[in-house]
């Protein structure tokens, strides 16, 4: 499993690709962080919500790459394709919490 994990991280490619993931998915939070109707109390109760979620999978994740990446050999594309798909991930979630929270309540 370590060497599949190395192969991943170790691609230049996903590097860029999750650098351009990122900007869209952080510029498409902040639209809807402060839209009008997140705001409100109700608002900022799904935020809290889907940032508890975004928060605690930040923890499973940074604890599983630091496991994975204490057997390898660390280059500057390894560390930061790990930290850039770790931020990627935890917008998403918190982004898709929000939109499902706003559907349910």
């Known amino acids: 499993m370590i060497q599949i994990f190395n192969e991943i991280v170790s691609n230049k490619t996903l590097l860029i690709v999750g650098a351009w993931f990122g900007e869209v998915i952080t510029i498409a939070l902040i639209i809807l962080l402060f ?15 889907a940032s508890i979620i975004s928060t605690i999978l ?18 500057y594309i390894t560390v930061g394709v790990c930290f850039q798909w770790i931020y990627n ?8 919490a929000i939109l499902i929270y706003k559907r349910i309540e």
């Open 35 to 49: 839209k009008k109707s997140s705001r409100d109390e109700r608002g900022k109760a799904i935020i809290g919500k």
């Open 58 to 75: 930040f923890i499973i994740l940074v604890n599983f790459v630091c496991k994975m990446l204490a057997n390898m050999e660390l280059t």
């Open 89 to 96: 991930i935890v917008l998403a979630v918190e982004f898709v």
